[in-house]
């Protein structure tokens, strides 16, 4: 069955962002004014991702943009078709109302009467509750309208279902056979004889390729031999063996930002074809380099030279971590032991620089094994380059350093947990870029060691080949691929920060390889911008800004969020033998780093739109979450959503030799293989959820645990903080005896009193929702300041909570990180639960307004103490959950 080719559709408001090449060349706050084939009536309202309403932030999944219908609204478009055909409207819709919702789509012109589709709106609006609708049609003229329409009347007006992703699809008969044309032959079949077209899948494409003859094989050789030989039209100069056959011609198609887009199919030049990546950025440009794959591998000569002094020391040391850890065949056995494993931590080594701080892992520890003879399996040329940025930084003992420790950890490949990562915008500068530089050298180390593989092997099967041994090119020997090229993965929660991060990968990757830094300017235009810049050395300055008046936020915001804070964006990054490509097609980078909420919305559109997929992420070897506590700020679900989608087959074949698979990527056993690290500063119940049930690698597990000291002595005023411990029998029901306890024993002590200023402050968003509800329901004199609080409603809350004239803020931990608000007039402060954030505590609390009757109360429970020891202290936070008192009061 062909596929129907993609038209997409200036239909009134969603031209603003699926007809434009970028969401830059689009008008965001109207409609293309020079189309005047398209048409509005009735309430219709235009809506930006990101847009509030009440307390639901809105997120528009496909593009930036989606239009609303309110009471009686219509949005029509005319569009060009040939007369005869069959065509399809899809678009995506969801209801942001709790009434009955409907659309209504029509065709005009249509000779039968009532042929309208009434569709009822089944799904209420959610973060990935939108629900794909069809409406098929025959054109009966060279020119039709297509309607959608709200028949609905509502209370309020503005009330009715979000549309986005509107597109017309062209319905391709299936071809016919013999004398038959395609209308006759359906005729002519009875419905035992229809046959349901099913796409084959990837195991089915595995199959045909490994029942294929020798002779394919040896044709697919000739092709790369040709290509070597500079006989192809797209030579590749890469740093190892090709990983598919269609990543050169993948890579000259263009890119945005790595794209995963495939060719528009032959009935392309039906239709004007129009970009509708949600990122919008620009093709990226062919690549014009030429040499061998063979060229991409540094000589063993040369890693020899490169090395260390040791006599014993060769350019194959390195490679033995990596070799050890992925030609490790697991057994069904071991596999079904690894799902229903818990982990048991076994021995402990001390962390250097961090006092109360010491590593714990499970199975044998390596770290007492640390040897300095073999370039602690760095790729030499890494190594060398590595330890003199080391040494021209000051550095002296590198065998004692922070940054050596840490990659030892990196290099046993075992999953790694560290969240008491002091980061930069903590001062933490030399913390923060010790163990940055380290994950980035094991990301270059792991990228070159694997190509170097693959390059090895290409080598080796060329010279049998020649000597005519073709039985021997097909064993396990040279299974050395993945399904596809991506290997490393790297979430981070800001383009800042991202631009950080790839400016430090650039300096420590070995000059030779960066003779050129392909889309550098534009990189930094994207990713630039603000306040915070980067030195030479990639530590970030805390460039405050230079205001004449002395901002009342503190140095710490404006470090973190003084640069560009988008956190929206994906880039592909690719090295080839002398050069480094930013912006590369994402099937032939070799690391990709973006935003949970960038990959997310790949994730979605592959999910809505059957052309596109996410098959970049299925050969995902190394995965690195770093500020892991900036991304819980955000949303650390759609962490949970992109983990979920690692190493799953792919849905296309993509070009790559079956024969060079590794029979674990074939058995889906690629997550057992997969090595999986977090970084942050704090450790929260999701971060650890995710570490211990999804992170699942055979290798086994690393992490730091920490006892701490605590924050109180930072509070400055003399204030009693009395903490209320209420009793939950499980983290399940935690959240309503929380609740419970505050309804019956809290509020009413507040409730009839007569003093105001009285703050109560919620670390989650799901718990303001569920006080701002109860005061409701209470009548209670309260304002608000949430996480999605309109920044005119704040100004008025703060100054009616100042003046009296509100009893009760309600204050949440997010909007408290994005804002840093200074409160007036808080006399009474409840803490409805602990902040993550420690430092948060004593800001929270040095804001009381310093009178004789100024108190601080706090909830908690036993399933509070991760948070609990960062503020009291781990000592105190043990004998607070266990102690039969109930009731404790500090000073």
């Known amino acids: 069955m062909e596929k129907a080719t993609l038209l997409l559709v200036q239909l009134s408001f969603t031209i603003c962002y699926s007809t ?25 309202e235009y809506l930006k991702s990101g847009q509030a309403q009440g307390d639901v932030l809105l997120v528009v999944l496909e593009g930036d943009f989606a239009v609303r219908l309110g009471n009686k609204a219509l949005i029509k478009q005319k569009v060009k078709v040939s007369k005869g055909r069959f065509y399809s409207i899809t678009f995506s819709a969801a209801r942001t109302c709790a009434q009955e919702e409907k659309l209504n789509v029509s065709i005009s012109p249509n000779s039968e009467e009532d042929d309208d589709g009434i569709i009822p709106m089944q799904t209420l609006y959610s973060s990935s509750g939108w629900d794909s609708y069809a409406w098929g049609f025959q054109a009966e003229a060279e020119e039709v309208e297509i309607s959608i329409d709200n028949p609905g009347m509502a209370v309020d007006p503005a009330c009715g279902p979000l549309i986005e992703s509107v597109a017309l699809k062209v319905l391709h008969l299936p071809k016919g056979t013999g004398d038959h044309a395609p209308a006759e032959r359906l005729k002519s079949l009875s419905s035992e004889d229809v046959a349901v077209y099913k796409e084959p899948s990837m195991y089915d494409s595995l199959l045909v390729s490994l029942k294929s003859s020798n002779k394919s094989f040896s044709d697919a050789h000739e092709r790369r031999q040709r290509q070597e030989e500079g006989r192809s039209d797209s030579e590749e100069d890469d740093i190892g063996g090709l990983e598919s056959d269609a990543e050169s011609q993948s890579e000259e198609d263009g890119s945005d930002e790595g794209s995963d887009e495939e060719s528009p199919g032959e009935h392309a030049s039906e239709s004007e074809l129009l970009d509708s990546n949600v990122l919008g950025g620009e093709d990226e440009d062919v690549d014009t380099e030429t040499g061998t794959d063979n060229e991409g591998l540094d000589s ?41 494993k818990r982990w048991k ?34 790729k030499p040329s890494l190594y060398k380059h590595w330890l003199n940025i080391y040494k021209t930084s000051g550095g002296s003992d ?82 050395d691929h993945g399904f596809t090229r991506p290997k490393v993965l790297i979430l981070l929660p800001l383009r800042s920060i991202a631009l950080r991060v790839v400016k430090r990968l650039i300096q420590l990757t070995p000059s030779n390889r960066k003779v050129n830094v392909e889309h550098m300017d534009r990189f930094t235009d994207d990713f630039g911008g603000g306040e915070a810049e980067d030195n030479d050395d990639g530590a970030l300055t805390e460039n405050v800004p230079a205001l004449t008046q002395k901002s009342s936020k503190p140095s710490d915001y404006h470090a973190l969020f003084d640069g560009n804070n988008d956190d929206h964006f994906m880039i592909g990054i690719k090295f080839t033998r002398r050069s480094i490509r930013l912006y590369s097609d994402f099937y032939t980078s070799d690391m990709i780093v973006a935003s949970p909420l960038g990959l997310t919305t790949k994730i979605g559109e592959a999910d809505s739109e059957k052309e596109k997929d996410v098959d970049y992420l299925s050969s995902i070897e190394v995965l690195i979450v770093d500020h892991a506590d900036v991304i819980a700020m955000q949303n650390w679900s759609l962490v949970d959503e992109v983990v979920q989608r690692l ?13 060079r698979i590794r029979h674990w990527y074939l058995d889906e056993y690629a997550r057992f293989y997969r090595q999986s690290i977090i970084l942050g500063y704090y450790l929260n119940p999701d971060i650890n959820a995710l570490f211990n049930h999804q992170f699942i690698n ?28 209420f009793d939950a029998k499980s983290i399940e029901e935690a959240n309503d005896a929380r609740f419970e306890y505050f309804t019956q024993k809290v509020f009413p002590k507040i409730k009839d009193s007569v003093q105001g200023g009285i703050m109560l402050f919620a670390s989650s968003y799901f718990e303001y929702v569920r006080i701002r509800n109860f005061l409701k329901s209470q009548n209670a004199s309260f304002c608000l300041l949430g996480d999605y609080t309109k920044q005119s409603d704040i100004s008025r809350s703060r100054v009616w909570f100042f003046e009296g004239r509100r009893k009760i803020m309600l204050y949440t931990e997010r909007a408290h990180f994005y804002h840093r608000y200074k409160i007036r007039g808080i006399q009474n402060l409840i803490i409805y639960s602990l ?57």
């Open 20 to 44: 434009a090449s970028s969401v830059r060349d689009a008008q965001r706050h109207s409609c293309d004014k020079q189309n005047r084939h398209s048409g509005i009536l009735g309430y219709v």
């Open 300 to 340: 063993d000569e040369e890693d020899r030279l490169e090395g260390p002094s040791d006599a014993n020391a060769t350019a194959t040391d390195y490679m033995r971590s990596l070799n050890a850890h992925l030609g490790h065949n697991l057994s069904k056995e071991e596999v079904d032991d690894l799902s229903k």
């Open 345 to 378: 931590y076994k021995w402990d080594m001390p962390a250097i620089d961090m006092s109360n701080c010491k590593w714990t892992g499970t199975g044998e520890c390596f770290l007492k094994d640390d040897s300095t003879s073999s370039a602690y399996g760095l």
């Open 398 to 479: 590198f065998h004692m350093s922070k940054e050596r420790l840490f990659f030892s950890l990196c290099e046993s490949y075992r999953d790694i947990l560290h969240c008491n990562k002091k980061p930069f915008y903590h001062k933490g500068h030399r913390e923060d870029s010790s163990i940055m530089d380290a994950y980035i050298m094991h990301s270059l180390n792991h990228i070159f060691r694997t190509r170097d593989l693959v390059t090895k092997n290409n080598a080796k099967k060329a010279k049998l080949e020649e000597a005519g041994n073709e039985e021997l090119l097909f064993g396990d020997c040279f299974r």
């Open 647 to 659: 190493n799953q087959l792919p849905s296309k074949q993509h070009g790559t030799d079956i024969m």
């Open 698 to 725: 055979y290798k086994g597990k690393v992490k730091l645990v920490c006892d701490y000291k605590g924050v109180l002595p930072k509070v400055v005023l003399q204030v009693k903080q009395i903490y209320q411990r």
């Open 835 to 891: 902040p993550e954030r420690k430092e948060f505590y004593p800001e929270i609390v040095n804001m009381l307004n310093g009178s004789d009757i100024m108190t601080c109360t706090v909830l908690f429970s036993k399933f509070d103490q991760l948070r609990l020891e960062r503020i009291v202290g781990s000592l105190a936070s043990k004998r607070m959950v266990t102690s039969e008192k109930g009731v404790f009061v500090f000073s």
